[in-house]
């Protein structure tokens, strides 16, 4: 009989069995865990590669790309350059001040496009050869993102650069303003017409533009009657001329049997001439000037600044201006932009002088309805003007209406959008 202190052979059995089966469990858990963290380490690393060889494949795009538009363009451009520079050589600078300067913003400009273009192979070599290094695991990441980053820049690069070479027209190498106008008085309206102002500033600061909105009227509380934005940089008018119009906001019901909403901004795009200025002349009889006050928005809070509306007699043009301090610096200002609305209305006329614009053929952005914008039940973007559809609503507002840009262009100027 074993003592009181003793265990009995069948309890001791039974300890043991427990024991061994606890180290199993441990075993198994910590075998459970191996192959969890395992799968889990796997699973990374393939997530890694897919991302890398992701990556990798758009920067060998943008290279490939690169190379095979930058040489013929190089000599292209290098060829226009030297063709300037011998120009310069035939006459006189001194003879004719305004032909002179014209030549010499030419020369610049086509001496930037060379120099950028020669930027470019640059980059796509440096690209390329970091994605090779890459393959042989001699480089780190940090040098691979410096390749991405490099293609990004490539590829805006030549979007630029294809697209201005279809930006042939006459003005199309200007800057730009554009203005947004609430159609009516409504809340819904004014609300709206800020969605469209944010759309175009967060447009222009996606590409490295600085947008300066120079005039804006709100509503008490919340939305604008009426603003204007300045680009002072080349091509933007190009860009944005196709922009002019009605941009509606539909909200239907969820079947999209009924419309439940509708609102409307009217933008407008007039040029700024950054080299020279509109020389024109229009008799002072043919203008009608009123002064209103204007309350704007500004950072410290609101400020009143006599507002100028000038109206043409001749075509019923309306332009107005209320960003500058004085009411003759908001005139001269108002008078170019009507000076300039005029050069193009003549221009898309094929008439030579403004008294030869006819009244009845001025296209109304008022009544040429540009876009539509589908909240309900599809959240969509409709270009009324070439059909392409963004199916994206969201993104679209959020300034990413480049494909509705380049379709807008490429049609204005007999090409299909790709």
Request: positive net charge; contains cysteine; proline residues 2%.
């Amino acid at each position: 009989m074993a003592t009181a202190g003793s265990m009995s052979v069948g309890a001791a059995t039974r300890l043991a069995r427990s024991r061994r089966a606890e180290g199993r469990g441990r075993v198994v858990v910590r075998s459970s865990v191996r192959a969890s963290q395992s799968l889990e380490d796997k699973t990374n690393r393939v997530f890694k590669e897919l991302g890398y060889f992701s990556l990798k494949k758009k920067i060998e795009d943008a290279v490939v790309r690169a190379q095979v538009i930058a040489s013929t363009a190089l000599k292209v451009e290098e060829a226009r350059r030297i063709a300037l520079e011998d120009g310069f050589q035939q006459y006189n600078l001194w003879d004719d001040i305004k032909k002179s300067t014209d030549s010499l913003r030419r020369l610049s400009t086509a001496t930037k496009v060379v120099d950028a273009l020669k930027d470019l192979q640059y980059k796509a070599e440096e690209a390329k050869l970091i994605t090779e290094l890459a393959d042989m695991d001699i480089i780190n990441h940090q040098l691979f993102k410096q390749a991405y980053n490099a293609s990004l820049d490539m590829s805006k690069f030549l979007d630029w650069y294809e697209m201005s070479k279809l930006l042939t027209g006459r003005y199309d190498k200007e800057g730009a303003c554009v203005t947004i106008r609430a159609e009516a008085e409504d809340i819904s309206s004014q609300v709206w017409a800020e969605k469209i102002l944010r759309m175009y500033t967060r447009w222009s600061e996606k590409h490295g533009y600085k947008p300066r909105v120079v005039e804006k009227i709100p509503l008490e509380g919340v939305g604008i009657k009426y603003a204007a934005i300045e680009f002072e940089l080349e091509y933007v008018y190009g860009y944005l001329s196709g922009e002019a119009g009605v941009h509606r906001m539909i909200r239907s019901s969820r079947d999209g049997s009924i419309i439940r909403e509708t609102c409307s901004a009217v933008v407008d795009v007039i040029p700024i001439f950054l080299e020279s200025t509109a020389d024109v002349h229009i008799e002072e009889s043919d203008l009608e000037i009123s002064s209103t006050s204007s309350r704007g928005r500004k950072e410290s809070g609101y400020e009143v600044r006599s507002a100028v509306s000038i109206r043409h007699t001749q075509t019923d043009i309306i332009v107005h201006c209320s960003d500058e301090r004085s009411h003759f610096a908001n005139k001269m200002k108002a008078l170019n932009r009507l000076k300039a609305k005029l050069l193009v209305i003549a221009r898309e006329q094929g008439v030579a002088h403004l008294n030869e614009i006819k009244k009845a053929d001025i296209i109304n952005v008022s009544e040429q309805e540009d876009r539509i914008y589908a909240f309900r039940p599809h959240r969509l973007v409709q270009d009324m003007k070439t059909g392409v559809q963004l199916p994206n609503l969201h993104s679209a507002l959020d300034g990413n209406i480049d494909p509705l840009i380049r379709a807008n262009i490429c049609m204005r100027r007999g090409r299909y959008p790709e």
